[in-house]
């Protein structure tokens, strides 16, 4: 079992730049795949970047890619998202979630998830 949980969103102008962070309980977390996704409102959830459970591969939506960068800190049970150049169309609300294999854009695939972080990009 695993439990996660989102923080440092915020509200942001366009061009700025935020972490947001996600702290996972259990002792396996170094075992996990994690991954993060975002859910405008009316909008389906979309994948933004996944990471392996090494933290030496990751995967990017081409919406994000070269903005964000996906790691993690398995000593401290955590993953972060550096965002930059921030547009108001990343305005969402961020999830972050774990799966036990390979890092996926597919978020029917991920086993658990966390209650997620606001993120709101002013024009």
């Known amino acids: 079992q695993v439990q996660l949980v989102e923080s440092g969103g915020g509200l942001v102008q366009a061009g700025g730049s935020l972490r947001i962070s996600c702290a996972a309980s259990?002792?396996?977390?170094?075992?996990?795949?994690m991954g993060w996704f975002r859910q405008a409102i009316g909008k389906e959830r979309e994948f933004v970047a996944g990471?392996?459970?090494?933290?030496?591969?990751?995967i990017y939506a081409d919406s994000v890619k070269g903005r964000s960068t996906i790691s993690r800190d398995n000593a401290k049970n955590t993953v972060y998202l550096q965002m930059n150049s921030l547009k108001p169309e990343d305005t969402a609300v961020y999830y972050c979630?774990?799966?036990?294999?390979?890092?996926?854009?597919?978020?029917?695939?991920?086993?658990?998830w966390g209650q997620g972080t606001q993120v709101t990009v002013s024009s």
């Open positions: 979630a774990a799966r036990p294999s390979w890092p996926s854009s597919d978020y029917d695939v991920y086993n658990y």
């Open positions: 990471i392996g459970w090494s933290g030496s591969s990751a």
């Open positions: 259990g002792r396996t977390f170094s075992s996990y795949a």
